[in-house]
C-alpha cells in the first residue's frame, strides 16, 4: 500500500491554540474521599481525616487556583495531557499512534528511509509528531521526520496543497533550513530534514538538548539569560531578512518563534514552512487574536518576532503582552523595536513593516556575509492558490478577534454591573425612587380627601366645577405631613 493511500477526509476545525479554562463548581464525599467534579489525580487516602464544610471549601479554592495556574501558562496550556484533561471528547485519540501509522505506510513505498526511534514530545504541537531517521546506505547521518496533519486554517485545495508541499524541497535560500524530502495527501504531510545536534535559537536561549520533550526544555528553566547583544543583532536582522523575502513572494507564515529557527553555527535558518500550507494555528495566536489590528499575516510575523527578540534579550518570553515597561537590555536600541512590536501603542495601533524593522538602528549596521542566492519559484497558478487561502486565514482570524473584542465588551459590562460601587449607586437610585413614589402617592392621596372635603361641604345645591374653573383650595384641612 502507497503512503496514505486512503486517508481521512477533511480537516481538524478544532484550533488546539485556543487557551481552555475549568472552574471547580462542586465537591462530593465519596468513600471518605473528596472529588470536585474532575478526576484529579490526588491520593488515595483521607485529607487528615477532616472532612467538614470549610476545609472541603478550601481545598476546592486551592484546587482552582492550581488549574488556573495551568490554564494562563502559554506552555503548559497547549500541552497534550492538560488538554486532554481539561477536554477528554476532543482530545481522546492517540496521534502518536496515528503518526506511526502514516509513517509507516510511507516506509512501505520508500524502502530507503529507516527510523532510529521517535523523539517523543520534543515539540508543542500534539498533532505533529517527529521521528529522528537515517538513509540505509548511509548509517551515520541523522535525519528528522515530522509528521503533521491539516488544521483548521487549510484553505487550499487538496491539487495545490500537495503541489506546494512538493515544492518546499527546491526552496534555497541562506536563512530558510532545507527540506530533504516532502510529500502529503489529502489529510496530512511528511517533511524530512537533516537533524542538527546544536539544535534551535529557543535550545541556544534555554540551554537546553534539542532531544528532550518541550516542556521539560522550556517551561522552567534552571537559569535565565539573554544572548550577546552582538547575537541579538546578527540573529534578528537574518530572521527579518528572510521574512522579507517569504513576504515579497507571497508566500505566507505566520509560524515564527524561537524553536522555529534552527542554528546552523552562527547563522539562523527558518523552519516549518509547511505550517501555513498546512492550516496550523501559529504559537502565539492567543497573544495577537487579542488585538484587533494585529490581522494580516505580515502583522503576525512582526508581532511574532517582537516574542522572539524579548526571548533573545531577556532569556525568558514576556509574562503578558502588551508589555508596559520593559527590563534594562543591552542597548536602548533593542528596547526601541520592542516597544515597537510588544508595547500597548503598538498593539493597539498596528505593527511596523518588516522594511521598516530593518531600517531601525538595532539592524541597519549588521553587515551579512552570504554569497548564496535564493531561489524559490512559485508558479503563478500556485500564488494565487496562496493568495487566496491567506486572505481566508486573516478573514478566520479577524472575525476570531471581533467575537474576541465583543466578549470582552459583555464581560466588562457584566463586572461592572456586579461591581461593590455600580450596586451602591443602584441601592441609591433605588431608594430615590422608592421616596419618589411615596410622595407621588401621598400628594394623590391628599388632593382626594381635600376634593372629598369640598363635596360634602356645599350641599347639594352647589353648582359642578367645570374642567375649567379649578376648584378654590380649602383652608379649613390641613395637610398630613410626609
Not at 497547549?78 to 502518536?96: G, H, I, M, Q
Not at 496543497?161 to 527546491?170: A, D, G, H, R, Y
Not at 463586572?415 to 419618589?436: M, N, P, V, W
Request: charged content about 25%; glycine content about 4%.
Amino acid at each position: 500500500m502507497a503512503f496514505m493511500e486512503k486517508p481521512p477526509a477533511g480537516k481538524v476545525l478544532l484550533d488546539d491554540t485556543v487557551p481552555l479554562t475549568a472552574a471547580i463548581e462542586a465537591s462530593q464525599s465519596l468513600q471518605s474521599h473528596t472529588i470536585a467534579g474532575l478526576s484529579l489525580p490526588l491520593p488515595p487516602k483521607k485529607l487528615i481525616g477532616n472532612m467538614d464544610r470549610e476545609f472541603i471549601a478550601e481545598r476546592q479554592k486551592g484546587l482552582q487556583n492550581y488549574l488556573n495556574v495551568i490554564t494562563t501558562n502559554h506552555i503548559l496550556s497547549n500541552c497534550e495531557l492538560v488538554k486532554k484533561f481539561l477536554d477528554p471528547n476532543n482530545y481522546s485519540a492517540n496521534y502518536t499512534e496515528i503518526a506511526l501509522q502514516q509513517v509507516s505506510m510511507f516506509f512501505r513505498s520508500e524502502p530507503k528511509w529507516e527510523v532510529v526511534e521517535p523523539l517523543k514530545d520534543i515539540g508543542w504541537r500534539i498533532r505533529k509528531k517527529y521521528f529522528l531517521m537515517k538513509i540505509k546506505n548511509q548509517p551515520k547521518e541523522r535525519l528528522v521526520l515530522n509528521w503533521a496533519d491539516l488544521g483548521p486554517d487549510k484553505y487550499l485545495s487538496d491539487k495545490d496543497f500537495q503541489c506546494l508541499i512538493k515544492l518546499l524541497p527546491s526552496c534555497l535560500h541562506p536563512y530558510i533550513y532545507r527540506v530533504t524530502f516532502a510529500t502529503a495527501n489529502e489529510s496530512s504531510a511528511l517533511l524530512i530534514r537533516m537533524f542538527n545536534e546544536k539544535g534551535t535559537l529557543k535550545d541556544l536561549i534555554y540551554k537546553a538538548k534539542p532531544k528532550d520533550p518541550f516542556l521539560k526544555k522550556y517551561c522552567n528553566p534552571k537559569k535565565i539569560q539573554g544572548l550577546e547583544l552582538q547575537q541579538i543583532k546578527t540573529y534578528g536582522r537574518q530572521i527579518l531578512e528572510v521574512l522579507k523575502f517569504l513576504h515579497d513572494k507571497g508566500f505566507p507564515y505566520g509560524h515564527l518563534h524561537a524553536s522555529n529557527v534552527m542554528l546552523d553555527g552562527d547563522t539562523c535558518r527558518l523552519l516549518d514552512l509547511e505550517n501555513s500550507l498546512l492550516g496550523l494555528p501559529s504559537f502565539y495566536r492567543s497573544y495577537f487574536s487579542q488585538f484587533r489590528k494585529i490581522n494580516t499575516l505580515e502583522s503576525v510575523d512582526v508581532h511574532c518576532f517582537g516574542h522572539l527578540l524579548y526571548e533573545m534579550t531577556y532569556g525568558r518570553p514576556p509574562d503578558s503582552v502588551p508589555v508596559d515597561s520593559f527590563p534594562p537590555a543591552p542597548s536602548m536600541a533593542v528596547v526601541a523595536v520592542l516597544e515597537s512590536t510588544l508595547s500597548c501603542e503598538a498593539c493597539k495601533n498596528g505593527m511596523p513593516t518588516v522594511s521598516r524593522l530593518l531600517q531601525m538602528p538595532l539592524f541597519s549596521d549588521v553587515l551579512l556575509t552570504t554569497s548564496e542566492k535564493p531561489q524559490f519559484k512559485i508558479p503563478t497558478k500556485l500564488k494565487e492558490a496562496l493568495r487566496i487561502a491567506k486572505e481566508c486565514i486573516e478573514k478566520r482570524l479577524i472575525e476570531e478577534q471581533k467575537q474576541i473584542h465583543q466578549h470582552r465588551r459583555l464581560t466588562r459590562a457584566q463586572s461592572h454591573h456586579g461591581s461593590e460601587e455600580e450596586r451602591k449607586k443602584r441601592k441609591i437610585l433605588a431608594r430615590k425612587k422608592s421616596k419618589r413614589s411615596a410622595l407621588e402617592s401621598s400628594e394623590e392621596h391628599s388632593a382626594k380627601y381635600n376634593n372629598s372635603n369640598n363635596s360634602a361641604g356645599s350641599g347639594a345645591s352647589s353648582p359642578l366645577t367645570s374642567p375649567s374653573s379649578p376648584t378654590p383650595p380649602s383652608t379649613s384641612v390641613e395637610h398630613a405631613p410626609f
